[in-house]
């Protein structure tokens, strides 16, 4: 037989437990949920004349039939993508050293240096970059110095430019969880593996990576949305010639005041990043939990 006070308990612990929910859920539902919902069907309209709207597709329509816009569309997916794994072969190493490497007060610095940076906005960061590497920046100032250069070298306004840009960003989101999964791996594991008879590679193939998957699972989506949706970093350090995405959705909202192709295009772009982190999830093995555990 069922107890009565035990029930009262269970259904009061249900309910406190909704209620402290309730902010996560109406803060997904309203800032999340409900303006992608709006998007779709703002983009799945035609404008008639001011203030009249049909159902139509031509805003997808015009995005494939236009080169500028779906060759876009893939640039910043391939170059998101190269900037996650740059990102990863820089980051992975940094954060083995930092966890399993240094220890006492030193890793706690090194630590602190990497958050240093974002200490500042990324508009802060960006522009320290350009002044590094403009004409008349700091390195081009050093070459010309030093006789390695005979005159001016400019460093903006390129695709390299945008990657070290993009990568530098975008670092403090793939070191974090990297650190904090490698903190966990017992040293015992890498000793022994060294004791079998393993060298750096194998045990770094065999014990560390495989250990480190969710982390960096976690790591490569986080910097690859960060990355695909950045707006600042590419145009300002690619100038209007970047060719980025969220450049062709910024146009079509405040530029051209044109909200059907915008949402659209903003709808696509979300496709697009789901899709990719769907595709690597299942090349991973990892599951969307597992990364956010």
């Not at 779709?40 to 816009?69: A, C, D, H, Q």
């Not at 403090?172 to 650190?179: C, G, I, Y």
């Not at 594991?189 to 969710?214: C, K, Q, S, W």
Request: hydrophobic share 50%.
């Amino acid at each position: 037989m069922t107890n009565p006070a035990s029930s009262g308990t269970g259904g009061a612990v249900r309910f406190g437990a909704l209620l402290l929910a309730m902010p996560l859920l109406l803060w997904l539902f309203l800032l999340v949920i409900l303006p992608h919902v709006d998007l779709l069907l703002v983009s799945l309209r035609e404008r008639i004349s001011y203030g009249k709207y049909e159902f139509s597709l031509i805003n997808y329509t015009e995005f494939f039939v236009e080169p500028l816009y779906w060759n876009t569309y893939v640039r910043t997916a391939v170059m998101s993508i190269m900037a996650t794994v740059l990102t990863l072969l820089i980051g992975f190493p940094v954060s083995y050293y930092i966890a399993k490497v240094m220890r006492g007060k030193g890793k706690n610095v090194l630590f602190l240096l990497c958050l240093i940076p974002f200490w500042v906005s990324e508009l802060v960061r960006t522009f320290g970059w350009m002044i590094l590497l403009r004409e008349s920046g700091v390195i081009s100032n050093f070459l010309q110095w030093a006789g390695i250069a005979d005159g001016p070298v400019e460093m903006l306004y390129n695709d390299a430019t945008i990657m070290v840009g993009l990568v530098y960003t975008s670092m403090l989101f793939m070191v974090v969880p990297l650190v904090s999964v490698l903190d966990s791996l017992d040293d015992s594991l890498i000793e022994a593996g060294y004791d079998l008879g393993g060298n750096a590679f194998t045990v770094t193939r065999d014990i560390v990576i495989p250990h480190a998957m969710p982390g960096i699972a976690s790591g490569c989506i986080v910097v690859f949305m960060l990355t695909l949706g950045n707006y600042l970093t590419p145009n300002l350090l690619g100038g209007k010639d970047s060719l980025w995405f969220t450049e062709q959705i910024y146009t079509q909202f405040i530029t051209r005041f044109n909200w059907e192709s915008g949402s659209a295009f903003g709808f696509l772009l979300l496709v697009l990043s789901s899709m990719i982190v769907w595709i690597g999830l299942k090349l991973s093995r990892q599951t969307l939990s597992e990364t956010v555990s």
